[in-house]
């Protein structure tokens, strides 16, 4: 019987961890798998090795394993692999899939697009927008956020989307607020790339609160989590790894 155990980050935060159940909640009723497990990565139970476990408990042969995760890094690469890896010893008659990360996807720019409609504030000319990504050590995190950010501005007419981390990558959040203060433009959009609530959505929050940036509006969009396009794309990239699972007709 096929499984899909869907990975979560995990927070120190309850209202993070809650706000991540209830979007694969209302993921699930989209995908026709009759059995459906979360865990996380860290600091929240069940963890992977739990997860998959509630997975065969419930009479799975097939786990297609599912990073909720924006952009690939070390968790995707390398974190989730290993303990697939583990797994594997454990439960050597389970066969195991891994699908991808969210990545670039058109539904995701939409996302941030309407991210700033919502506000229910004329988006000026001079409008600018800044993507506020987790961060990471991995290259591959910098360039994807970045590349999504030109097909904002592109598909959008932005007269600027830029992008900073609040950790492990340049440049950083602080550093671009420090822009920000040199910057002509009156009317600034900060769209935390963040998938839900938490203590970084919360350090974002305030050091907002403390700029000073001489007459400019700094306007704080919501994060990624609940929006409707967002769960698209995880249900998309479920039904992606599905597909491959199904044997091929032989002639």
């Known amino acids: 019987m096929q499984a899909v155990l869907f990975v979560g ?6 209202a993070g961890v809650q706000e991540a159940i209830q979007f694969i909640e209302k993921c699930k ?3 026709d798998v009759p059995i459906q497990e979360v865990c996380f990565l860290e600091l929240t139970a069940p963890n992977i090795i739990e997860g998959i476990a509630n997975c065969v408990e419930r009479g799975a042969n097939k786990i297609a394993v599912i990073p909720i995760l924006l952009l690939a890094a070390k968790h995707a690469k390398e974190d989730i692999p ?4 583990v797994a594997k010893t454990l439960y050597p008659d389970i066969e ?37 990504g987790r961060g990471s050590s991995d290259p591959a995190v910098k360039h994807d956020l970045t590349k999504i950010a030109q097909l904002l501005k592109s598909e959008y007419s932005f007269k600027a989307v830029d992008v900073c981390f609040l950790y492990g990558a ?3 959040f602080e550093e671009a607020l420090l822009k920000l203060q040199q910057a002509s433009n009156r009317q600034v959009f900060v769209i935390p ?14 050091k907002i609160e403390r700029q000073n940036l001489n007459g400019q509006r700094l306007i704080l969009c919501e994060s990624l989590g609940y929006h409707e396009q967002i769960q698209h794309v995880l249900v998309e990239r479920v039904n992606e790894l ?3 699972t199904v044997p091929r007709a032989t002639i």
Do not use: C
């Open 82 to 85: 290993f303990e697939i890896e």
């Open 170 to 172: 340049k440049p950083s």
């Open 9 to 14: 980050h995990g927070s120190r935060m309850q």
């Open 242 to 244: 599905l597909i491959q």
């Open 29 to 31: 009723p989209m995908i």
């Open 193 to 206: 790339y963040l998938l839900f609530t938490g203590i970084l959505l919360n350090g974002i929050e305030k």
């Open 96 to 132: 195991f899939t891994y699908g991808k990360v969210f990545g670039i996807h058109p539904k995701i720019i939409t996302s941030l697009y309407e991210r700033v409609i919502e506000q229910n504030v004329e988006v000026s000319e001079d409008a600018y927008v800044l993507l506020v």
